[in-house]
Structures are given as C-alpha cells and as structure tokens.
C-alpha cells in the first residue's frame, strides 16, 4: 500500500504478496485487516472501540499476490479523532502446511495537498547578478505534480509572477536586482489559498507555501562573482564542472591585464584540494562566467565547500563559497560476486572478491530468512561516514584564543555633514568577503579588503556538524519472482541429494587479496533452499576502508521436499510432521514420499496409503504422519522423495523424471525432552598418587521425583587444573550472559588461561589463537556498555542509567590492561576509566560507590566503602600500576586505617572485606598486614575432609527437600579464592608452607566446579578461576611419568585412562551406563588427575516454600474462544519472601509450550517497566533481566503464538532464580488453554 495517502484519497490499494527467499511465490490463503484506530482507545467495549477496520480474505494469485481497492469511506479520513494512520495487517495461511505468515504495513494520512520547495536557490544575491531558482511542487505524497500554476512573489524586487510547473513538477525563475534597495531579498512561492473553513472535528486540506530569504552581498566596486548552486548529489568517479559567474567594475580593474581567480575545496574539517583559473580581462565593465572542473573522489566526501575569490587591484577581495553534497563513495573498491549466481544444493561455488591490491577482507554471507526475521544494522557507505568525528565545518572554534580583527577598522563616530548629524548603522545581514571564509572555518591573515564597513566586531559563531554514531539499516532486496527451471550446470549428474546442513550463517572467513586484487574462495553450498546474501569489508594500507554491494546465491533445485515440525517437543506429545514436495519443473512428474522408520518415535501415515502423487509445474504435495517420539534428546527425522518412471498419465501429460536432482532426501532433528526441571550435579575430586594407589568412591543417586528415564551421567578424566574451562571458555555457565558484567565471564578466563599455558610453556598456536578470538569478540561486546565519560554500567548507557558503577569500571580497567599483552585495547579506554575512578577517590583514600550492584551478596562488602575500595585497590595494583601511583598511595592508606580500626573494633570486619584486604595488601607487598589479615581469617575457617574454605555469617539457603545442592554459593567460593590468591601472592614466589596452605583450599574450590569448568555465576568464576591459573603455575612439574584411572560400577563395567605430558590438556570422558549406581575409582603412578562426574536428570515440580513466590497464569485460562488455540497470554506474578530484604538481580526463564513461539513486541515491552533491565528470546525459552525482586508483587506478561501445532501438550516450566545465590528459586509451571483439547493439532 503507498507510504502516504492525503485526506482527499476516496480509495487506497493494498497489495500482499507472498515470496519463498529463493524466490518463488507462496501458495496459499491471505486475510487481510485494514484499520484506523480511534486516538482515544478503549479495551473495555471490544475491538469496535478501538478502530475501525476493514477485512478481506481471498486466495493468493499464481505470483503470490492479492490485490483489493479500498474504499476510503469508512475511515473518515477527514475527521479528527482517529491516528493519522491506515494500519494492515496480512496473515498467509500456507497451503499443505497451514503455516501462518504474518506482515504489516502502514500508510501515513496527511492533510497536506500540495507542498512547495526550493530545490536550487542561492543564499545570497548581488546587485547586478540576476537571482535565479528553482521551485518543485509535489502532493502530499511527495509525488510532483505538473501543468499546475504556481505564484512567486519578491516585494523588495517588486517582482510579481506566475508560471506552470513541467513534467517533473518544477518551475524555473529569474530576478533582475538592479533596483533592489533592501539588504534582502525574501520570496514566497504560493499554490492555492487554503481554504477559510474552520470545524470543530474535521480536518481542512493544506497547501504549504515556500519561504526563502537571500541576504545581499557586499562589495564598494560592485564587483562579484557567483558559483552555481546544485540540487543533486555529486556522484562519485566523475568530473564535475561548477560555472561561477562574474561583474567586473572596470574602474575597480584598473590597469590589469589579468585576474587570477583562486578556488579551494573543504571536506572533513580540511583543505583537500586548490586551483586557479585565469581571466584576460578587456577595457571597461566585464560580466560572463568560467567553469571550475575537479574530480569527485572519496577525498571531498561526504560534504565538499568550494570557495572561489581574486583580489582586485586596490585590495578589494571578491569571491563566493557553495556546499555540495557528495555520495558517500570509499576508496578501496570492492566488489563481491558469486559464480554460478544459482547453484544446487551441497554442490560446489565460488565466491570473487575484487578489491585493492594486498588488501584484507572480512567475508560473510547469511540465509535471507534470519534478514527479512531480524533485520541488523548493517555497514554502509553512509553508516561509515556517519561515524566521523567531523563531516563539515563551518564557523571557528571558541577555543581558538585569538583576537578577531582589531576593532580599529570599526566606524564607532558620527559623521557631519552640513550641519546633519549621521550615525553609522550596521547591517548584520549583508554578506562579506569575511563571512564567506567564516562560513569555511578559514581563519585568514591579510593585508586585503575581507570586511563591511561595520559599526562594531561580532563575535565569531561557531559550530560544527557532528555526526551521530549510528548505524543505518540497509534495505533487504526485493526477491525476484521469477526463477528459470534450468539450474547450475554440474560437472557430473546428481540423481540423490541429502540435505542436512541448514545453517543461518554459511560464511564467516577473512580472506588476504592479492597484488592483482582478486580473491577466489572456494565453497561448499549448504542444503538450505533460500538466497544467500553475501557482503565484504576490505583494508588496504594504501586506500583503506572499502565495502561492496550485496552479492547473492540462490540455492535452487527445481524438486524438493521440505519439512514442517516443531523445534522441541517433550516426551508423551505428538505431534503432525508434514512433508511438502514442491515441483519447479517445466513438466509433471510422478514422486514417491516415505519417512524412514526409527525406534525413535512411532508414526502413522494420516492420507490414505499411496504410492506415488502426480506433481504438475509449480505444484506441491503434502504428505502428514502422525508422530509421537518414542526416545529423549535429539531425534532424526529422514523423508525421502524420489521421482519414479510410471506409464499412468498426470492429467493429459506424460511424467518425466529430471535428469538432475531425482531424489532428494532431507533429515532434520527434532529435541525431545523430558518432563519437568533438569537438574545438574557435578562431583569433583582431586588425586594424587605418588607411587601408591589412590582410592575414591563416587555414589550416584537419584531423588524421589525424578523423572523416569531423564537420568544420565557422564565422567570425566583431565591432566591440568584448567582442563575443563580451557575446554569450554565462552560456556562456563549454564546461564544468560545479557549485561555488563556477565560479559566480562567470556572475556577475564581467557587472559588467566593464556598466562598459565604461557609461564607452563603449554601453549600451542591452535590454543592461542582460539583464545584470542575470544578476547577480540568480549572487548568489542564489553564497549557497548561503555558510557561517554569513560565508565561502565550493568546495561550501557543507552538503557538510560546515567551513573556508571564503580566496581564494574574498575573490573573492565583492570582486565583491559592486562588484556594488552595479546590484543589491541586502545589506550584511551584505559586511561578513561582510571580518570574516572580517581574522581570518586575521597580525601581518606577510600571510593564512593556509583551506580547500581546488581549483586548485594558482594554489596555485604560493598556496602560499606572499605571493602569497595579494597576492590578497586586490587584492580589498580593488578593493571599493574606501582604502589607510589598518587591513586594507589591513597588508597592504601585507605585500607590499611580501615584494617586497623577493624582490629581495634569489637565485630571484626566481614570475611569478604578480609578476604580482599589479604589480597590487596599481598599485591601491595606490604607482608606484615597481609599475615595479619590471614591469621584472622584461619581463625574463621572451615576446615573438613582435607579442605579449607570461608563462608558468611548469614548463609541464604537453598529449599533442602528440593535440591541436594552441592555447590557453594557463589560470594563464599570467590571469598575462599582471594584468600588462595593472598597465599600465592609472594615475592618472589611463595614458601612451601603457603603452597601446602593453599593445596587445602585449591581441593575445596575445584570441588564446586561445574562440568564446564565455571562456578555457580559470574564473579566467583572469574576470581577462581584466575586463583587456579596462579596455583596451577606454581605447583607445575613437567615430568615423563603417567597416572592411570579406573572406574568401576558394582556390575561388570569398567574403564581405564591414562594422563601424560602428551594428552594432560585433553578431556578423556565417557558416558556412565547406569543411574543411580555406586563405582570406585582409583589413580595409580605419579602426578595429579582431575576427575569429573556429572550427573543429569529431570524433576518433577512440587509444592514447597520457596525464597521466592511465582505465580503463572494465562489468559484466557480455558479453552473459550476461537483464538485461544493460536494465541494467549502469560501473566506472571513475582516477589521476593527470602532471609534478605531484596534479592540481586534476577532471572525469569519462561520455557514456551511445545509448538508455540513468543510475539517478540510484547516481550520488549516489558523493558518499559522500571524494573526490567533486559529481555532475550533464546531457542523456546524468554528471559527476563530484573534488576531486584522485593516483598512488592511484580507483575509481568507477554503474548505467545501457536507455531507448529502440537496435540497432548505437557506443563511448561518457569523458574525464577538470584544470579548471585542460585539456589534461592522459584519453580512453577503452566498449561496452554486448549493444552487438553484434541483439536490443538
């Protein structure tokens, strides 16, 4: 439907049309909603209350398309009332799958009728030099409107006219401004008189005029020169050519015989380009024009100023300036393409990459589907140059700390003359020579006449045209509607294809250019049926940046069988698997369709038993099975459609079988899961033979609700204490990682892993440069939480918390500095952090905290300064910065008065405050106050079973009949880590004694790891993990000998392993054969291993009290109405009852009903609400970020959609959790309303 519509419309035409991404039209049936909403809806009388609509509902044409005029009539368009807006809303009902698309479209109503403009015209005029310009009439929908009369009138010119617009709407005009007396010259160009009529409630069309108002340019010889104004864009590789226009008083030429004029161009705040062209000059007055001509490059882009002058005989400096638009054209030129531009499916291609010679080049190309679904904010010519510091300057800076000209040259006295006293008046609006350089940002020494005479000096204006960081969206190209049946010609035949390959990013590389400047890159097609959209970034040394144009590959065959199935399902549901055989083909054929059989699930044909279907061109067939999974995890559906030989005709024609692509066969993967909440357990344990054998026990047992048959366990084997995180580095929690400091989990590890494997001289090339990668990926994700004055906040700036926080800042600081010793960090983050914090340094020495913790675990030290200040002490010294940095000094001083009236106190100080105090006095070197603080803290641990740890006073404790938790929480293992990280912190490296101390609390800590090597969340994972590294480097030992494991169950199960220096980084695991089960272990040889159980299952909910209270409901409850299949809403009610008075931050993870995805609008309008920080949609889950929970009921809701349908729906879970103290929970579930119903699928 068009953009705009005008009041006056009495019918508007709505198209929809339906398009494959690889380009053929969609089948099918479309509804159509056309609607104007009242500007003050109700919901409480229905949906007649809230807008008026019209609905159509018709089947696609052979192209996909419907097409429907509608009449205007019924939206009022000319009454007040209503949203000045005709919303659609078009809903395709595929055919075979009844998948449902939906699209939306909106027209802008406007009341303008007619609209004037100035699309050439100079801002200054001069006596003499006819004023021209130019005029554009278009409709309110921007649409020129020709043959129309137009009015212009110039009352200080006494200039009174008409004229007709041509075809293109536009009108040329000429000014004679001999007799003009005024210093301006202002003009009105006019339509038509709007009309007089006023009512209440009705809308009145408009007729916008045109206003322009030119200033005259002074000269005392009347001498001028004029460049010509442009309308357009300067395109890029081309040579343009200015006229500039002259008037030469004879008088003023004197006895010259020629005049040189001077031209320069002004782009990106400098001086890119001069010239000079000059003018035989004859006797008396001269007037004509000459041309300037200068190539348009990427150098003049995006905006050039051209100033042209020449300095006449008496000093007298004559010239004008004009600004051009240039195209936003880059240097380096690229151009992406691909050879064929159809190709089957898993058959090979190429890809060209043209750019300048040794240029390097970033390669990427995405399935169109993941564009069209979530459109990104893509690199553009444009996009680049909105990211300059400077596109254009104009004016001079108020920093610049000069005297403007001296006010000498000022008429400040009257003048008398006969008698008559005259007083000088100044005429701001004339135009001088001075204005015009003023305008380019020139400043300009000389001895020539720049100025009007002026009464006094103004005072200089400044300003700059800065360009806002953001990223246009680049528009997705349309489809082509049409594709040939031939494709891509094969080097040998293809009779079968099997497609299992669907990525949504097939290409990811960075490929070198050579000195000819052509890259060729091989690849292989995925077996997506889609068009592939292809881009590449290029870096030259000698031409920079360079970007190319969309490029595309269509992965086309011309028969093929698709599958319609949902993305998860839980064990007991079933569900409808369609296979859909779509026949591109010129001619009819004949296709079989079977589902190879599984044990996997079971499945029963729904169409009467056939052999074969009659598949004519452009036509489809779908064939359903009734399929209910049988197994858990992941389950392989393979279809297979074969084009058979067959004498039975289809309709009057023959079947063929295409000589290409005969078969296809397609295999998808289904995740069938099992009932309930899963649950991870993980056993830990370190051993040690020294020649002897090494016994251990590992007692698998399972709670009373587990669910039947969800129990798994799997074990493993590791030489190094950093095997499981090395293994799994952007994985170490099971957990969403949306904000700021979530962020830094993916990014800190890999600096500490990097520092071990280097000082144990363990790192490999592969290994480095994985965990590079890594690094580079967290840095630049780490930036979009930066704010403008150097800090860093949970959810950025743009998520409106103006203060950054204090503990996050010094965290980023301290791991970007020591992040530089494997990748760029520019220098400046770093140094704006650290000005930041020293600002919040108070004059003991001590910080003020800033911003908002989202974790008041670490806020039981952090609430009061000391404990702050000792973190930020800590990541000052580990950047590192020397104990006599001025920060540094302070806040020592800070620490150690704090830790002097803790001694002196009767409650101590808190054990994380002591904790961090150990660590940083340990940093600091300052041993005296450091086996201080250490000897308080041995008098407060907690020492069992050969460990060593520290826990809090007040414990949160997690609902024991629920869960055997055996993990810490999260504030107890970071405490414990700082304490290791105290004892190994030692010049020049730490006693044995220290290293026993620390062999104590190293076995309690790795016993709190999970299977992927994290911790229970974000900050205990990092300090530990780093407090690891440091103990895994001290105690290293490269010797030749091995330890061998066994495990045994009870039964006749049993394995053997063996750890070397050849494989110690190497994960060895296996899957255990029975849960619950009791197996021994034992390690016999010399070294350490690290074993690692996990244990997985699904519980069922139960009712119990829980820290926090979670109520879910959906609306409707029941199954009423004819949408409640397709669509409702989830209502959730949360509140925190816990121990504490507020919990951290929290996550609602809300699992989405088998076959229903979430409106994802309706999520991101929870984001209004001032307690949602954040909201993701991942797989079938919705997260939602809260900042706290308190005693006060939150209430949340969103609408979820019916994707695939599913019969025998199960409970879906909703959990919600602390970050922080993870075992404080919530667990509930819910039923879709018509989850009972059998017609839900």
Known sequence: MPRIITILEEAVDVSVCGIYTYGKPVPGHVTVSVCRKYSHSSSCYGGESQAVCEKFSQKLNNEGCFSQQVKTKAFQLKREGYNMALEVEAKIREEGTDVEFTGKGTSEITRIISKLSFVKVDPHFRQGIPFFGQVRLVNGKGVPIPNELIFITANAANYYSNATTDEHGLVQFSINTNNIKDSSLSIRVKHKDESPCYSYQWLSGEYEEAHHTAHLVFSPSKSFVHLNPLSRELPCGQTQTIQAHYVLHGQALQELKELSFYYLIMAKGGIVRTGTHVLPVEQGDMKGHFSVSFPVESDIAPVARLLIYAILPDGEVVGDSAKYE???????????????????????????????????????????????????????????????????????????????????????????????????????????MYSFLQDMGLKVFTNSKIHKPKVCLRHPVYSMMS??????????????????????????????????????TWIWDLVAVDSSGVAEVGVTVPDTITEWKAGALCLSNDTGLGLSL????????????ELTMPYSVIRGEAFTLKATVINYLSKCIRVSVYLEASPAFQAVPLEKGEDSYCICENGRQTVSWAVTPKSLGSVNFTVSAEAVQSQELCGSEVAVVPEYGMKDKIIKPLLV????????????????????????????????????????????????????????????????????????????????VLNYLNETQQLTPELKSKAIGYLNTGYQRQLNYKHNDGSYSTFGEKHGRTAGNTWLTAFVLKTFAQARTYIFIDRAYITEALTWLSRKQKDNGCFRSSGSLLNNAIKGG????????AYITIALLEIPLPITHPVVRNALFCLESAWNSAKQGPHGSHVYTKALLAYAFALAGNQEKKSEVLKSLDEEAVKEDNSVYWTRPQNPQAPLEYFNELQAPSAEVEMTSYVLLAHLTADPAPTSEELTSASHIVNWITKQQNSQGGFSSTQDTVVALHALSKYGAATFTS???????????????????????????????????????????????????????????????ERQEFPFALEVQTLPQTCDGSQAHTSFQISLNVSYNGARPVSNMAIVDVKMVSGFIP??????????????????????????????????????????????????????IVKVYDYYETGEFAIAEYNAPCSKDQGNA
């Open 326 to 432: 240039v195209e936003n054209c880059l240097a380096n030129k690229v151009d992406l393409s691909f050879s064929p531009a159809q190709s089957l499916p898993a058959s090979h291609a190429h890809l060209r990459v043209t750019a300048s010679p040794q240029s390097l080049c970033a390669l990427r190309a995405v399935d169109q589907s993941v564009l069209l679904m979530k459109p990104e904010a893509e690199l553009s010519p444009s996009s680049v140059y909105n990211l300059l510091p400077v596109k254009d300057l104009t004016g001079f800076p108020g920093s610049l700390n000069q005297q403007e000209e001296d006010s000498g040259d000022c008429v400040s006295h009257n003048v008398y003359v006969n008698g008559i006293v005259y007083s000088p008046v100044s005429n701001t609006n004339e135009k001088d």
């Open 467 to 504: 360009s806002p960081r953001l990223l246009s969206y680049a528009d997705v190209s349309a489809l082509e509607s049409v594709v040939q049946d031939s494709v891509a010609h094969v080097s040998e035949p293809l009779t079968e294809t099997v497609r299992k390959y669907f990525p949504e």
């Open 550 to 561: 969309p490029a595309s590959l269509r992965a086309f065959q011309p028969f093929f069988v």
């Open 673 to 752: 899961e099992p009932e309930g909440l899963e649950k991870e357990i993980t056993f830990n344990s370190m051993l040690c033979p020294s020649g002897a054998e090494v016994p251990d026990q590992l007692h698998l047992k399972l709670p009373p609700n587990v669910v039947e048959e969800s129990a798994r366990a799997s074990f493993s084997v590791l030489g190094d204490i950093l095997g499981s995180a090395m293994r799994n580095t952007q994985n170490l929690l099971q957990m969403p990682y949306g904000c700021g400091e979530q962020n830094m989990v993916l990014f800190a590890p890999n600096i500490y």
């Open 862 to 869: 952090v609430e009061d300064e000391e404990t702050l200040s």
């Open 1039 to 1101: 010797t030749g000998k091995a330890v061998h494991v066994t495990i045994r169950s009870s039964g006749t199960f049993s394995t053997d392993f063996q750890v070397d220096n050849n494989n110690r980084l190497l994960l060895q695991q296996i899957s255990l054969p029975k849960v619950p089960e009791e197996y021994s272990m034992k390690a016999t040889g010399e070294g350490c291993v690290y074993l690692q159980t996990s244990l997985k299952y699904n519980i069922l909910p």
């Open 1159 to 1212: 409106l994802k609008p309706t999520v991101k309008m929870l984001q209004n609400s001032n307690d949602v920080s954040r909201t993701e949609v991942s797989s079938n889950h919705v997260l939602i970020y809260l900042d706290k929970v308190t005693n006060q009921t939150l209430s949340l809701s969103f609408t979820v959609l019916q994707d695939i349908p599913v019969r025998d729906l199960k409970p879906a």
